[in-house]
């Protein structure tokens, strides 16, 4: 029953039946999926904890117009002096930034540096609905306002509210990083196919895929509270892309085979259907289960981009095993021109790469394991240097925007934890205690009087650092442990720059919960998949190792090559779920193939067959997986480079090395007994020929993929 549901899809009848179903659910799809910008949430509270003491102060702290603003730090500089009328200029401008739209209260006077080359004003954004969005609209009016009869005087508005609005602008390439992700996935479907018709069924059937995808997670953020954001939606992108194309590649990999031994191409495709939706099915379900455990990350952020990642994983898979089959027998054999495979015996060129690779592998399995174990313990030592403790505003950016100009302005002329203080709420009557703690704390240069409403005082604390450094966040930190202990105060310390500590902190929490959590449900997903406990284990620790390494090695050419500052506090575990659960896919992919063979051959046969007729298939998703990510340094942005750059190049270890040699090796150093305790393990391999020499033997299949 289930292998008639399987194959269903190629069917005669049912291909036009799911052509029609899927036109039908691409119609409203299409509506639904423009709006998702509508449900984004890129203000503070869609990445902070809920349990934060920073999101307590914002709670505490709305009856005071600070509570829900961001500082717009506005900069004036001339290099040979500010004058009179720039003064001027400054003051009138601030007069008329008041009248901006969501401009809070009257900005601050504007002040002149002791250097006399800068002018400063600090303007209150409100943070509305529509998040950085909005705060970017009023930017570009203050922008407008600071840029009319300037007279070559330099204008730059910078600190949290300039970033946001730098941060929508980096994030608006994302309709320009769709397109460069469809392009990298033809041309690498071009190189693999040799067909100029072919790429389009897979690269269409993508697209689908993600338009359904982002019409499901619409409707989960307006009903169901999904936290989505900018962020989401290009992550969202290149996994939908790299994913459900590397579904299609197994299944046409396979259908292209079944050509080859079957007259009738629907029969073809019901075949290659039953043998590779299974392993297609359960790599899916491995990184949709992956994905959906960032739902025990307490940042709201992570917490959203797990399901949202999920959904687009369990379309994808569907379009690739419904939609995409349907259309490969709708255009027949003809798709694959010029080259139309057609049935007849295999081929008969000599051994493939991946023959000669399975041979090598052969000869000294154990000596081949052992020593690509320790070359990626080598590159694993890179993580030593990586810095995972956030980004400040002016590293968040690749390029030098206007907030990073104007930070680098500030900087010269000005103190550096000037115009973005920390926002410290106490009881009223212990607020006089609550400012002479905070006055002795190392790290405060300035503390204001408190500002007292019905029984909450609020005291703002301006800092000697860069609000967005390391410093900064330590001076929180002994500010917390300064006001804490007041007796009767209800003291919490909050503001920006405390919002990035709890960051760090959930984020390092996250990572302890979520990791062992993600690890032990692979497990169980393999030990289902292989019936085995030893086979689970050892591609567990394969893929473990291959993330370390990909880890080590980003962290040096982050440093060293792209001279970035550091990583969000994120990384590790973004890159982690990213590069285990797609890792343990090519897994499957290969070992699925290795038992399939093993059980008419025995294991030493399964390995190299295994190898040979999934090597080239493999390999090509994981190029299309590498590149799609890789596409996400067309974003401006450090976060996105670097995530792209550490999941391709995990990915591309994976798939070469990882599942080519090192599990290859340890599946013919262990035996058999990668499938202990399973009936598998009981079944002793067959003698080797003394003629083969470990040269596997080889199926009818195409070894140009």
């Known amino acids: 029953m289930m292998r008639r549901m399987v194959s269903w899809p190629g069917g005669r009848t049912a291909k036009w039946v799911v052509l029609a179903v899927w036109a039908l659910v691409l119609i409203p799809a299409l509506l639904l999926a423009g709006r998702l910008g509508d449900v984004e949430e890129n203000d503070n509270a869609a990445w902070l904890p809920g349990d934060a003491e920073s999101t307590a102060v914002v709670a505490r702290a709305e009856r005071f117009?600070?509570?829900?603003?961001?500082?717009?730090?506005?900069?004036?500089?001339?290099?040979?002096?500010?004058?009179?009328?720039?003064?001027?200029?400054?003051?009138?401008?601030?007069?008329?930034?008041?009248?901006?739209?969501?401009?809070?209260?009257?900005?601050?006077?504007?002040?002149?540096?002791?250097?006399?080359?800068?002018?400063?004003?600090?303007?209150?954004?409100h943070k509305d609905r529509t998040g950085w969005e909005g705060i970017g609209r009023v930017v570009d009016a203050l922008t407008e306002v600071g840029e009319t009869d300037a007279d070559g005087l330099g204008f730059h508005v910078t600190g949290p509210a300039g970033q946001a609005s730098d941060s929508i602008r980096a994030f608006g390439g994302g309709g320009g990083l769709t397109t460069i992700t469809a392009a990298v996935v033809v041309v690498i479907l071009l190189l693999t196919y040799r067909s100029p018709v072919l790429p389009l069924l897979p690269l269409l059937t993508a697209g689908g895929a993600l338009v359904t995808s982002e019409a499901v997670i619409y409707l989960l953020a307006r009903d169901a509270g999904l936290t989505v954001n900018k962020q989401t939606g290009f992550i969202l992108t290149v996994l939908v892309f790299g994913a459900a194309t590397d579904y299609g590649l197994l299944l046409i990999s396979r259908y292209r085979e079944e050509l080859l031994r079957h007259e009738d191409h629907h029969e073809a495709m019901s075949e290659a259907l039953r043998r590779s939706v299974p392993a297609i099915v359960a790599s899916a379900g491995t990184v949709a289960v992956s994905l959906l455990l960032l739902m025990l990350a307490t940042l709201n952020s992570t917490q959203g981009l797990g399901p949202a990642c999920a959904v687009g994983v369990l379309v994808g898979l569907v379009a690739m095993i419904t939609l995409m089959p349907a259309l490969l027998v709708v255009c027949g054999r003809w798709i694959f021109w010029p080259v139309r495979p057609s049935r007849g015996p295999g081929t008969a060129a000599g051994p493939g790469v991946w023959d000669r690779v399975g041979a090598a592998v052969a000869g000294r399995p154990r000596t081949v394991w052992i020593g690509t174990a320790l070359v990626l313990g080598v590159m694993a030592m890179g993580m030593l240097g990586l810095r995972a403790d956030g980004l400040s505003g002016t590293d968040q950016f690749t390029g030098r925007p206007q907030s990073v100009a104007g930070e680098e302005i500030m900087s010269a002329h000005f103190p550096a934890g000037s115009g973005d203080p920390l926002l410290v709420v106490a009881d009223a009557a212990s607020a006089e205690r609550v400012r002479s703690a905070l006055a002795a704390v190392p790290?405060?240069?300035?503390?204001?009087?408190?500002?007292?409403?019905?029984?909450?005082?609020?005291?703002?604390?301006?800092?000697?650092?860069?609000?967005?450094?390391?410093?900064?966040?330590?001076?929180?930190?002994?500010?917390?442990?300064?006001?804490?202990?007041?007796?009767?105060?209800?003291?919490?310390?909050?503001?920006?720059?405390?919002?990035?500590?709890?960051?760090?902190?959930?984020?390092?929490?996250?990572?302890?919960?979520?990791?062992?959590?993600?690890?032990?449900?692979?497990?169980?997903?393999?030990?289902?998949?292989?019936?085995?406990?030893?086979?689970?284990?050892?591609?567990?620790?394969?893929?473990?190792?291959?993330?370390?390494?990909?880890?080590?090695?980003?962290?040096?050419?982050?440093?060293?090559?792209?001279?970035?500052?550091?990583?969000?506090?994120?990384?590790?575990?973004?890159?982690?779920?990213?590069?285990?659960?797609?890792?343990?896919?090519?897994?499957?992919?290969?070992?699925?193939r290795v038992r399939e063979v093993a059980l008419l051959h025995g294991t030493r046969q399964g390995a190299l067959t295994g190898l040979s007729a999934t090597g080239g298939v493999i390999t090509s998703a994981g190029l299309v997986l590498a590149g799609t990510f890789a596409a996400m340094a067309s974003l401006p942005l450090v976060f996105a480079a670097e995530l792209g750059f550490a999941v391709a190049f995990g990915v591309l270890l994976d798939t070469l090395v990882v599942r080519s040699v090192l599990v290859t090796a340890l599946t013919l150093d262990v035996g058999r007994w990668m499938w202990w305790p399973g009936r598998l393990f009981r079944r002793q391999d067959p003698p080797q020929p003394p003629s083969s020499k470990g040269a596997p033997s080889r199926e009818p299949m195409l070894r140009g993929m």
């Open 443 to 592: 790290g405060v240069v300035g503390v204001s009087a408190p500002t007292v409403e019905d029984t909450t005082a609020m005291v703002l604390a301006e800092l000697e650092d860069d609000p967005s450094s390391t410093a900064a966040t330590r001076t929180v930190e002994r500010a917390r442990a300064a006001v804490h202990p007041i007796e009767g105060a209800r003291a919490q310390v909050g503001g920006n720059t405390a919002i990035l500590l709890d960051t760090q902190k959930a984020a390092a929490r996250d990572s302890e919960v979520i990791i062992p959590v993600v690890l032990l449900a692979v497990f169980l997903v393999l030990m289902l998949l292989l019936r085995s406990v030893v086979a689970p284990l050892l591609l567990m620790a394969t893929v473990v190792l291959s993330f370390a390494a990909a880890l080590g090695v980003s962290g040096l050419v982050f440093r060293h090559v792209f001279g970035f500052a550091g990583t969000e506090a994120s990384f590790p575990l973004l890159t982690f779920v990213f590069l285990v659960a797609l890792g343990i896919d090519y897994n499957i992919f290969l070992v699925t």
């Open 65 to 125: 117009e600070l509570a829900d603003t961001l500082p717009a730090i506005v900069l004036y500089d001339r290099p040979e002096g500010v004058s009179a009328a720039d003064m001027a200029k400054a003051r009138a401008d601030a007069e008329a930034f008041a009248g901006v739209a969501n401009v809070v209260g009257r900005p601050q006077d504007p002040v002149k540096a002791r250097d006399g080359k800068a002018i400063r004003t600090v303007v209150q954004v």
